[in-house]
């Protein structure tokens, strides 16, 4: 499913709505993201979903709460160096 599509099955108004894909188009340029499928645009799709459903309405929070899991999450991930 893209971003849109399960930011629109949330049910959230159209303001909310508005202020996720805000926050994807801004965090995808952040990250340098290219592609928007994938397993790393639908995990920051989802936690921008989980933000918001608590009531952050602000693009700018949005993003820097997402941001700020998509990168502890990254810290927690196995490196791939050739001598494990």
Known sequence: ??????????????????????????????LKIVGRTGPVTERIAEEIVRVVQVGVRDPAVIRAKVLSV???????????????
């Open 1 to 30: 499913m893209t971003a849109l599509g399960l930011f629109l099955q949330t049910g959230l108004d159209p303001k909310a709505i508005a202020a996720m894909a805000r926050a994807y188009d801004d965090l995808l340029r952040d």
């Open 70 to 84: 998509v990168r502890d999450e990254a810290m927690t991930l196995p490196t791939m160096r050739g001598d494990a």
